[in-house]
């Protein structure tokens, strides 16, 4: 009986570079929907010409609501497709269905935060929106509100996806704090390829990689306090692939996405 106890509660070998190519994709997924496929792509639908895409901003010949609204709605959907992949997928292997919980995280974490901050604020990508439809504080008040609420469900529900990753507790601790590590790491190391480095890190890397998903780091507690049936997930073994697509990925951030591109059509 005491051996069985033992290896219930023994840590699975996970492997800490997979752990770190599976949230670096998963931040990635966040950062490309956002730019590219939100903003950049509302931009060339509308007939605009995109002066520099990064991964931090991009310049636009064409201003407007719909762009600027493109791509935090572009988090939505990702982040919402890789909610619904996450909990469909039960038989996929541990490192899929944790690349699908992270990305959804990254997503739905960027989208809701961000639009409780720039309510706030009254700056980012709300801030057009909310001057031409002249927004009032009552209003405002509930745009905040409601990203705040939102992120506090969406904390709720990746912790309940990561529950098969908590036994023991210290095993989801490693991979959220990876993850989120890796990610921040992945943004500024790409930032520090913009024109203006320093205050491209300060000012948007750091805060769109780690405050943004600051939420991460709360996961870990709710996780270990939350009843999971479907049995702990196998250990994260060491994937070449999924390194290797990091790898390319994470090279094609640096090097396109950090200096910036223009794209025409």
């Known amino acids: 009986m005491v051996v069985a106890i033992d290896a219930m509660d023994t840590e699975p070998k996970d492997s800490i570079a997979t752990i770190a190519a599976v949230g670096l994709l998963a931040y990635a997924?966040?950062?490309?929907?956002?730019?590219?496929?939100?903003?950049?792509a509302a931009c060339l639908v509308l007939g605009g010409?995109?002066?520099?895409?990064?991964?931090?901003f991009v310049n636009c010949s064409l201003r407007g609501t719909a762009i600027d609204l493109a791509g935090p709605f572009a988090n939505l959907v990702i982040g919402l497709v890789a909610?619904?992949?996450?909990?469909?997928?039960?038989?996929?292997?541990?490192?899929?269905?944790?690349?699908?919980?992270?990305?959804?995280?990254?997503?739905?974490?960027?989208?809701?935060?961000?639009?409780?901050?720039?309510?706030?604020?009254?700056?980012?990508?709300?801030?057009?929106?909310?001057?031409?439809?002249?927004?009032?504080?009552?209003?405002?008040?509930?745009?905040?509100?409601?990203?705040?609420?939102?992120?506090?469900?969406?904390?709720?529900?990746?912790?309940?996806?990561?529950?098969?990753?908590?036994?023991?507790?210290a095993r989801v601790r490693t991979i959220v704090l990876t993850a989120w590590i890796t990610a921040g790491m992945l943004a500024c190391v790409t930032a520090a390829f913009d024109?203006?480095?320093?205050?491209a890190?300060?000012?948007?890397?750091?805060?769109?990689?780690?405050l943004l998903s600051i939420g991460l780091l709360f996961v870990s507690g709710k996780a270990a306090r939350t009843p999971y049936s479907g049995g702990r997930a196998d250990a994260l073994v060491v994937s070449v692939p999924w390194i290797a697509a990091a790898?390319?990925?994470?090279?094609?951030?640096?090097l396109l996405l950090g200096p910036g591109i223009a794209i025409t059509l």
């Not at 010409?49 to 931090?56: A, D, E, R, Y």
């Not at 541990?94 to 901050?117: C, G, P």
């Not at 890190?201 to 780690?210: D, H």
């Not at 790898?247 to 640096?254: R, Y």
């Open 29 to 40: 997924s966040a950062d490309i929907a956002h730019h590219v496929f939100g903003h950049g």
């Open 49 to 56: 010409q995109i002066i520099s895409l990064s991964s931090i």
């Open 83 to 169: 909610l619904l992949a996450a909990r469909i997928a039960i038989r996929a292997s541990s490192t899929t269905r944790l690349f699908s919980i992270l990305a959804a995280a990254f997503n739905l974490m960027w989208f809701a935060l961000q639009l409780a901050h720039s309510a706030a604020t009254r700056i980012d990508d709300w801030a057009w929106a909310m001057q031409q439809i002249h927004v009032t504080n009552p209003v405002r008040y509930g745009m905040i509100a409601v990203g705040l609420l939102a992120y506090f469900f969406i904390v709720r529900a990746v912790a309940g996806l990561m529950a098969s990753f908590a036994h023991p507790p």
């Open 195 to 199: 024109h203006h480095a320093g205050v």
């Open 201 to 210: 890190i300060l000012r948007s890397a750091a805060p769109q990689s780690l």
């Open 247 to 254: 790898t390319i990925v994470g090279a094609a951030s640096i």
